[in-house]
């Protein structure tokens, strides 16, 4: 089985831009999870999808947000790009059904905003 | 909100075995993941626990106490290779929505 893919792997962005990260689970997982980390934050939720809905939330601004397609492939956007939103973005899949739950990241999306 | 403690650092000697713990406080607690994380690479699940007890999983076991908000990592007969930064994270249920809380994590060395 592929594991977790993310794209691109590296971004450079300037301030106020936009900017667009994909994921694609494995084959058969239903639910995606987005995290940021940083040195000094550590690893931060963001959310979670799973059946193109958004069912889990972290505490992060509405300038961040995602959505998931029917083919459980996920997308997060940043609007207006801030200095501290350079961060390794890391996506992580799983079956989603709760019990014995197992999740797998994907390599991550390195973010540098100058 | 929550809260999740884990010690910084840990140094432990190859062959032996070294114990991990994590404490945390939530109002909703939903279950507690285990990861592990080399330097410059993304995290490596290691295990889920939902309810009280241990589970193992070949060197590596898991333990859960809800009444304590506490979880220990156990890894047995270390190797130079588990050298890592443990991650401990709790998922809870929040205003509506289920959140997962990651601790700062712990930095193992293992040492010859």
């Known amino acids: 089985k592929a594991g977790v893919t993310q794209t691109p792997r590296y971004l450079i962005k300037t301030r106020g831009q936009q900017v667009t990260l994909s994921c694609s689970p494995i084959s058969g997982h239903r639910s995606v999870s987005w995290y940021q980390q940083t040195p000094g934050q550590g690893l931060q939720f963001l959310f979670e999808y799973f059946s193109e809905t958004q069912r889990n939330k972290g505490n992060f601004p509405g300038r961040f947000s995602g959505r998931q397609f029917s083919n459980s492939r996920s997308e997060m956007n940043v609007s207006t790009l801030e200095l501290g939103d350079s961060a390794l973005y890391l996506c992580?899949?799983?079956?989603?059904?709760?019990?014995?739950?197992?999740?797998?990241f994907g390599p991550g999306t390195r973010l540098l905003v100058l | 909100g929550q809260n999740i403690d884990q010690p910084t650092e840990m140094t432990a000697t190859e062959g032996a075995i070294v114990q991990i713990n994590c404490t945390y406080q939530?109002?909703?607690?939903?279950?507690l993941f285990w990861y592990q994380q080399h330097a410059g690479e993304a995290p490596t699940f290691l295990s889920y626990?939902?309810?009280?007890g241990l589970e193992e999983k070949g060197r590596f076991s898991s333990f859960l106490s809800r009444s304590k908000g506490y979880s220990y990592l156990l890894l047995k007969e270390l190797q130079m290779k588990d050298s890592a930064s443990y991650l401990c994270?709790?998922?809870?249920?929040?205003?509506?929505?289920?959140?997962?809380?990651f601790g700062t994590g712990t930095k193992l060395q293992v040492i010859p």
């Open positions: 992580a899949s799983s079956l989603g059904t709760g019990m014995q739950e197992t999740q797998y």
């Open positions: 939530t109002s909703g607690f939903n279950g």
């Open positions: 994270a709790v998922r809870d249920r929040a205003g509506g929505y289920q959140k997962v809380t």
């Open positions: 626990n939902v309810l009280d």
